[in-house]
């Protein structure tokens, strides 16, 4: 699941995918602005075929968080 979350960063904001750390912070080091944000939250949905809460992603701070996210719920 890690390699298709960044694959979808890497679609969306360019980033070489060795480049993306799990450690690197959502809005800061990759997905930055809200178009981005929003297509990476859809990407994600899509990835899960369910809908993710508001609540839910606001809790993201890192790449690591949202692999462990999208972990718990497939």
């Known amino acids: ?3 298709e979350i960044k694959e979808l960063i890497h679609d969306i904001s360019l980033m070489d995918i060795e480049a993306i750390n ?3 912070e ?4 990759v997905i930055i602005g809200i178009p981005h ?8 949905e899509d990835i899960l075929d369910d809908d993710i809460p508001d609540e839910d992603t606001e809790k ?5 968080d949202v692999i462990d ?3 718990k719920r497939i």
Do not use: C
């Open 26 to 29: 959502i809005g800061n080091d």
């Open 22 to 24: 799990n450690t690197d």
């Open 69 to 71: 996210y999208i972990n």
């Open 37 to 44: 944000l929003l297509e990476f939250i859809i990407g994600l």
């Open 60 to 64: 993201w701070r890192t790449v690591q």
């Open 1 to 3: 699941m890690e390699l």
